[in-house]
């Protein structure tokens, strides 16, 4: 059996099973999951030069918001963890689907549509080769 209290307990295996890996998240980004997801796929595994050179070359709008977070994420590895810049790649990176804006568009004949302004929380995990 486990010595001490069980505060103590948790506390050191949730400890034990943190994951070590560099990340960086954007909540609450004004981009639907599908635009962005499009974006990550394209550097989803590629070395972090290779990923950059991507998104500063690419036309959508997400990929501004990612270039950021990838930067985040990479200055995150350099001063917290100590890896090198030459040696990161993007291990995962996904989008998960956040709040929902919902706006009213008027119509013909006193009608009302409804718009719907989706967000999204973007998620870029970084790893040594």
């Avoid at 949730?14 to 004004?30: F, G, I, Q, V």
Wanted: charged share 30%; hydrophobic share 35%.
């Amino acid at each position: 059996m486990a010595k001490g209290h069980r505060s103590q307990v948790k506390r050191q295996r949730n400890e034990d099973m943190k994951d070590r890996r560099p990340k960086a998240k954007l909540s609450y980004a004004r981009v639907s999951v599908t635009k962005a997801c499009y974006v990550l796929d394209a550097i989803r595994g590629k070395d972090v030069e290779t990923a950059i050179a991507i998104l500063t070359y690419n036309p959508r709008y997400a990929s501004g918001i990612i270039l950021k977070l990838l930067n985040s994420a990479i200055a995150n590895a350099e001063n917290n963890n100590g890896m090198s810049r030459e040696s990161l790649y993007v291990e995962e990176c996904f989008a998960n689907k956040g709040p929902t804006m919902k706006r009213i568009r008027p119509r013909a004949q006193g009608r009302a549509y409804r718009i719907e302004k989706r967000m999204s929380h973007i998620t870029i995990v970084l790893n040594e080769q």
